[in-house]
């Protein structure tokens, strides 16, 4: 096919809810498709570990809902990549379930394709042992081992696996993890599109309106596409787009700015131009896409324990006179309680972090900032042990220490700031991501299971 | 007379993870005129910056991007996002440190 236009709607966090007359403003212009962001991994390993997606599945059945039904009244295709936060097959099993009960609730029938994205670790072990996966700049030393010890592994899809879904008569692709370009990028790549252009909308549409100004909450973008350029506007009139705030945007969570790397691209965005259309469009063109060795971005955590914390409050001049001092007192007092109490052995089985926010509770070791606290302090301290009884047992020590630590300043002392009458807090399992590297793939759908299934 | 640091002239600053295992800081100029001279001054780069954090200079990593007058400075994550011993799981307050940096005088 050789279109000349293309345009389609952007929805950058689904579950975030976005306003529904933006999107019926944007379908009444005529689109192509409407692509969503539904994944991220800022909030940390938890939602691909096991926990729940990251947004209340009532908004998420508000937004799918308004998406599915917007697409099936103009005949268009709904695309959405990584489902339920993460990714994982649970998340596409999620948004597959609110798409049946959206079916069931209109009264209307669709076509949906899930698909999946989940890696089995011995693949990844497998790859890892022919020397097909690559570390990403800065990556984890990662090895069999590490893979076996990931409880979850998925790959980020790139456009084909959408393709292959439209081309088997999809009319919604629920996919696990993706890139958040490829959602974009598939329909027009298969149209013909230049490549440079169709990954660089991607990257501007992944986050909805936030390349928008000013800022506001995330909304529906268009983006309409032609032979050598693409127009990116938001659909609400309080906001708008400059060349500066799209610009701006080419920066929003990447390392670097002038180059993009998706499954069999390696994108050049350095000779991108920017030009007002009106007081909130812009044109964008320039950026160039050069075909690259096709491979997959893995994703993966492993466990480190379970983690408990409490936290408190300091105003005791004497204490915040030396802050340093007093946290030694206490580490030397908890190392003997904890060897009495709980056996010598037991030592070196957990860790406890202590965040002094007045101090460097923020930046860590990474502080460099000589003004001492303010007239107040506040502490959060965590447990990390192998078990949930090793944590509560060590965080009730260590608890205690610090309840009782003492003032240098006076005889005798009281204790510090609670601000909860609860002591401590229990964080459950916790997680680490353990893999930053791409995996060679003899086929882009290689990795990824597609299933379609008619709904309503 | 007071120092100019670079709170002074930045019209905005933030940062962010760019994936689990970086974290990557915009800081925005007014105009081309102070963008340049920001570049001109050498106050970001790599050395002072991997000063400042602590992380080796060589992976530090500063970009200078014109069409939005930001210099972009990325670096390696003290650990992997949201890991149990993390302080700023989406890396959101990590620029703050970069504002207290001087700039040389005007000429």
Known sequence: ?456 | MTRTTLRDVVTSARSKNAGPFSVTIDLFLPDLATFEKVRASGVLSPETVGDLYRVPADQVKVHHFQPALAVKISMPRATPGGSPDDTDVAGGQQFAPLLHLGLPAAP
């Open chain 1, 1 to 456: 096919m050789t279109d000349d236009r293309i345009s389609f709607l952007c929805i950058g966090s689904i579950g975030t809810g976005f306003r529904a007359e933006s999107l019926e403003r944007g379908l009444s212009l005529g689109v192509d498709f409407i692509g969503a962001d539904a994944g991220s991994v800022d909030g940390g390993p938890n939602a691909l570990s096991g926990s729940r997606s990251s947004w209340p599945e009532q908004v998420l059945r508000r937004d799918i809902e308004l998406l599915m039904l917007g697409a099936k009244r103009h005949g268009i295709p709904l695309l959405i990549g990584s489902c339920g936060t993460s990714g994982r097959d649970w998340g596409v099993d999620l948004f597959a379930d609110i798409a049946r009960k959206v079916a069931a609730d209109s009264g209307e029938t669709f076509t949906i394709a899930k698909i999946y994205a989940e890696v089995p670790a011995e693949l990844v072990v497998e790859r890892l042992e022919s020397g097909r996966v690559h570390p990403i700049d800065p990556a984890p030393p990662y090895d069999a081992a590490a893979a076996r010890r990931s409880v979850r592994i998925v790959g980020a899809m790139g456009a084909e696996p959408f393709q292959r879904a439209i081309a088997m008569g999809a009319d919604v692709v629920l996919a696990g993890r993706a890139t958040d370009t490829a959602i974009f990028a598939a329909i027009p790549l298969s149209r013909g599109f230049d490549p440079g252009l169709v990954w660089h909308a991607g990257k501007i549409a992944e986050c909805g309106t936030a390349c928008t100004e000013p800022r506001s909450r995330l909304d529906v973008l268009h983006i309409e596409m032609g032979r050598d350029s693409f127009v990116v506007q938001p659909l609400a009139d309080h906001i708008r787009c400059t060349p500066f705030s799209v610009a701006a945007h080419q920066l929003h969570e990447v390392a670097d700015p002038f180059t993009l790397v998706e499954p069999g691209w390696i994108i050049d965005m350095s000779t991108a131009r920017y030009e007002a259309v009106s007081d909130r469009a812009v044109r964008v063109s320039g950026s160039t896409a050069t075909p690259a060795p096709y491979t997959v971005k893995l994703e993966g955590v492993e466990r480190v324990g379970w983690q408990h914390m409490f936290m408190f409050g300091l105003r005791d001049p004497t204490i915040i006179a030396d802050l340093d001092a007093w946290q030694a007192n206490i580490e030397d007092d908890i190392a003997s309680r904890c060897a009495e109490l709980l056996g010598a052995e037991a030592a070196g089985t957990w860790e406890t972090h202590v965040r002094i926010y007045g101090r460097d509770g923020v930046m860590g070791a990474r502080e460099s900032d000589p003004r001492g606290p303010g007239h107040e302090v506040f502490v959060v301290v965590d447990v990390v042990a192998p078990d949930r009884t090793t944590c509560e047992t060590v965080t009730a020590v260590i608890h205690y220490a610090f309840m009782h630590a003492k003032s240098p300043g006076w005889r005798g002392g009281t204790t510090v700031a609670w601000p909860f009458p609860k002591s401590t807090f229990d964080l459950g399992e916790v997680y680490r991501f353990n893999v930053h590297h791409a995996m060679e793939v003899d086929d882009p759908m290689e990795l990824f299971r597609l299933e379609l299934e008619e709904i309503g």
